[in-house]
């Protein structure tokens, strides 16, 4: 190390431990449930990563109506340093810090903050000369997030084909560029007709339709892609196609080398016993190769018949083989595994991605080896098995420590009656339902626990658990939760404080309870206003949503198609619908049964469209760019506002954003193609 940099990392680190000493007392006496997670003792200061991580971890708790105090240049570093240390916000997060930066004129500085929140700007804002360099930003974002804000989501179709020059029948590798994850929502039938560097922007979407799949399969067998035809497919391309290698259908993978699907299998199944591919994903691939070689073996003479065992019998040493399950179908796997074998090496095979027809021959394996229930050690081996056993079974369990629980419920594979049924088992035996247990399992696991079981949980471990995503939960699961957390949160001085801790459970207040945090101006996000009871909202007149939403009302625009939103606004009359001054006109998009999913994926190909650059280029307002070298100095000045965002009670009346008239206007419509699938929305990811 140069004396240059020695001395760089003597100043960096001393700016960190003076930010962190500055810090500290300011953030300890916050009253929030999660402060009882953070460190306590002495706190390693030594180095900017320390200093970093503190502040991600605080900003992460950010809160907006606080920070709608704060004077322009003082919201703009912070907005910096949201997007420097990559702070991942939520969606009630980012819409209403949208709002915020909009008001104050900051959304000309889009290229140094986060691409998540340029989702929520308001696109009409957006500059004809800016146009591509935003949308380019802003596809690098989540739009998992827009769930809740159907048409923001279409909006940045729109926005986004406009940049482009309007609609058109065959996507260039330069567009797919500024398009990013906004392929994801659009007309499958593009995909087909792309560059064949639409794999690229495929690798974001957190997961495909069947139309989608369909259309990706099409794309492959055509051998436009770098891999080239089926029959020339070789193990370095497959990989590269990361997880999009496991939509792969079954006539497709007949047309490949058998020697290169078996390698690819072999690295499939180590990677999903290394935790470096989902079990949902390793079993779609495993279903669908294993579907094409029973194709190719139909064509051939049986060899046996019945049950009887023909690839001999399995051993340990077959088990840790990862072409275990070719050379067993789940014929022979019931044929050829006994139950000694079973007993003894439970974990190894479990971590094969079984299809769903061999996870019902362990279980039946399993019922032959322990005929009054499966012992609570070899409980937390079971967890991708839980889905098949019923109530009465799960009865015969011990289940004993919460350890148990998680294991049995942390994954997405247990079912409302499973979640139920584990819980109850955990409560017979005394368990006790705390907070550490209820962040563990997740809010959706709460959705599923009986009344009776939510009115067991302590209020003081409710205050622990702390912030749940409860939006899941139907309707009367809402409204027991709702009473739990105002048990929980009653006694907070302020209101402010008070709805900051309620606003995760509002979705089950009743009618009284908005009407009185309309009149505290407490600025409600879009996000939490779309999960409030619609037939409570069916109440609220048009004044009391506007004083409740304060400076975020703007943003009924961007959800009036969400379900929610869309009741409410028809039960209101004309002049009601002109006072909101809102486009009721229709929006044109396909839906199906679920929000899209918000599960992140790691792409496995880089973007080689110059969208790093993005983040370094000087924004058109003229504010000079904020580079990494300064890091410490950047945070400082948000960090030193954090007692004010986080923990100070919000007061006094919030004004509400101006409207500006956008310089462009965009097409009034698109193809049809793109109004059907421009709120293409994904179906819950499941195996």
């Known amino acids: 190390m140069t004396s240059s940099?020695?001395?760089?990392?003597?100043?960096?680190?001393?700016?960190?431990?003076?930010?962190?000493?500055?810090?500290?007392?300011?953030?300890?006496?916050?009253?929030?449930?999660?402060?009882?997670?953070?460190?306590?003792?002495k706190l390693n200061t030594s180095g900017s990563d320390s200093w970093a991580a503190?502040?991600?971890?605080?900003?992460?708790?950010?809160?907006?109506?606080?920070?709608?105090?704060?004077?322009?240049e003082q919201l703009s570093s912070l907005i910096r340093s949201l997007a420097l240390l990559q702070v991942p916000l939520k969606a009630w997060q980012l819409s209403c810090l949208a709002n915020l930066a909009a008001r104050l004129s900051l959304q000309e500085d889009f290229a140094l903050h986060p691409p998540s929140l340029l989702l929520f700007y308001n696109l009409s804002q957006v500059k004809e000369s800016n146009c591509r360099a935003f949308m380019q930003h802003a596809a690098q974002g989540d739009t998992g997030l827009l769930a809740n804000l159907p048409d923001q989501r279409i909006a940045l179709q729109h926005t986004a084909l406009a940049c482009l020059g309007g609609p058109r029948q065959q996507l260039s590798a330069s567009d797919l560029g500024l398009l990013g994850i906004l392929v994801c929502d659009m007309d499958a039938s593009r995909i087909v007709t792309a560059d064949p560097s639409v794999l690229q922007n495929l690798l974001r979407c957190p997961q495909l339709s069947a139309t989608q799949r369909a259309a990706l399969n099409t794309l492959l067998a055509s051998g436009r892609t770098q891999l080239g035809p089926p029959g020339s497919w070789n193990l370095e391309g497959l990989q590269?196609?990361?997880?999009?290698?496991?939509?792969?259908?079954?006539?497709?993978?007949?047309?490949?080398?058998?020697?290169?699907?078996?390698?690819?299998?072999?690295?499939?199944?180590?990677?999903?016993?290394?935790?470096q591919l989902s079990q949902c994903d390793a079993r779609r691939f495993v279903?669908?190769?294993?579907?094409?070689?029973?194709?190719?073996?139909?064509?051939?003479?049986?060899?046996?018949?019945?049950?009887?065992?023909?690839?001999?019998?399995?051993?340990?040493?077959?088990?840790?083989?990862?072409?275990?399950?070719?050379?067993?179908?789940?014929?022979?796997?019931?044929?050829?595994?006994?139950?000694?074998?079973?007993?003894a090496n439970l974990n190894p095979l479990l971590q094969h991605p079984l299809p769903a027809e061999c996870q019902r021959v362990i279980k039946t394996k399993l019922a032959q080896i322990y005929p009054h229930g499966i012992p609570e050690d070899q409980l937390r081996l079971i967890t991708s098995l839980v889905y098949l056993y019923s109530g009465a079974e799960i009865d015969q369990w011990n289940i004993t420590?919460?350890?148990?629980?998680?294991?049995?419920?942390?994954?997405?594979?247990?079912?409302?009656?499973?979640?139920?049924?584990?819980?109850?088992?955990?409560?017979d035996h005394r368990g006790k339902v705390t907070g550490a247990l209820l962040v563990a399992i997740g809010g959706s696991r709460i959705c599923w626990m009986?009344?009776?079981?939510?009115?067991?949980?302590?209020?003081?471990?409710?205050?622990?658990?702390?912030?749940?995503?409860?939006?899941?939960?139907?309707?009367?699961?809402?409204?027991?939760?709702?009473?739990?957390?105002?048990?929980?949160?009653?006694?907070?001085?302020?209101t402010g404080a008070y709805y900051r801790f309620m606003r995760p459970y509002l979705g089950g207040a009743p009618l009284e309870e908005l009407r009185h945090l309309a009149q505290a101006n407490v600025s409600m996000d879009i996000d939490t206003f779309t999960n409030l009871n619609p037939l409570v909202l069916q109440n609220l007149s048009v004044g009391s949503v506007t004083n409740l939403l304060g400076q975020n009302v703007g943003d009924l625009?961007?959800?009036?198609?969400?379900?929610?939103?869309?009741?409410?606004?028809?039960?209101?009359?004309?002049?009601?619908?002109?006072?909101?001054?809102?486009?009721?006109?229709?929006?044109?998009?396909?839906?199906?049964?679920g929000p899209p999913s918000t599960t992140r994926r790691t792409p496995h190909l880089a973007h080689t469209s110059g969208m790093s650059g993005i983040g370094t280029a000087a924004p058109a307002s003229g504010s000079p760019p904020v580079h990494l070298g300064y890091l410490p100095l950047t945070v400082a000045l948000p960090s030193s506002l954090l007692w004010l965002l986080l923990c100070q009670a919000p007061s006094g009346p919030v004004g509400t954003a101006q409207k500006v008239p956008g310089p462009w206007t965009l097409p009034p419509a698109l193809h049809q193609g793109d109004r059907a699938h421009g709120h293409q929305i994904q179906e819950r990811r499941s195996c």
């Open 5 to 41: 940099h020695r001395h760089y990392s003597t100043r960096l680190g001393g700016l960190a431990s003076l930010g962190l000493a500055l810090l500290l007392p300011l953030t300890v006496p916050c009253s929030d449930p999660h402060t009882d997670g953070l460190p306590k003792g």
């Open 54 to 72: 503190v502040n991600i971890s605080l900003l992460q708790d950010f809160w907006c109506q606080p920070a709608s105090r704060l004077p322009r």
């Open 240 to 275: 590269a196609l990361g997880t999009l290698a496991t939509y792969i259908s079954p006539n497709l993978w007949e047309k490949v080398e058998e020697a290169v699907g078996l390698d690819l299998f072999c690295s499939m199944v180590a990677a999903c016993r290394e935790g």
């Open 287 to 343: 279903t669908s190769f294993l579907e094409s070689k029973a194709n190719s073996a139909s064509l051939r003479p049986k060899r046996g018949t019945g049950g009887s065992c023909i690839r001999g019998n399995i051993t340990a040493a077959t088990l840790h083989d990862d072409l275990f399950l070719v050379h067993y179908d789940c014929t022979q796997l019931e044929s050829c595994l006994s139950t000694r074998v079973l007993r």
């Open 401 to 427: 420590t919460g350890d148990t629980v998680v294991a049995l419920l942390a994954s997405d594979v247990a079912l409302e009656n499973q979640t139920e049924a584990v819980l109850q088992k955990f409560l």
């Open 450 to 494: 009986s009344p009776q079981q939510i009115q067991t949980i302590q209020p003081s471990e409710f205050r622990l658990a702390g912030a749940l995503d409860i939006s899941s939960c139907p309707q009367s699961r809402k409204n027991v939760l709702f009473a739990k957390a105002r048990e929980a949160f009653c006694c907070n001085r302020t």
């Open 557 to 593: 625009q961007k959800a009036r198609s969400h379900p929610t939103i869309r009741s409410w606004l028809r039960s209101l009359n004309r002049s009601a619908l002109d006072e909101l001054g809102l486009d009721t006109s229709p929006t044109q998009a396909s839906t199906t049964s």
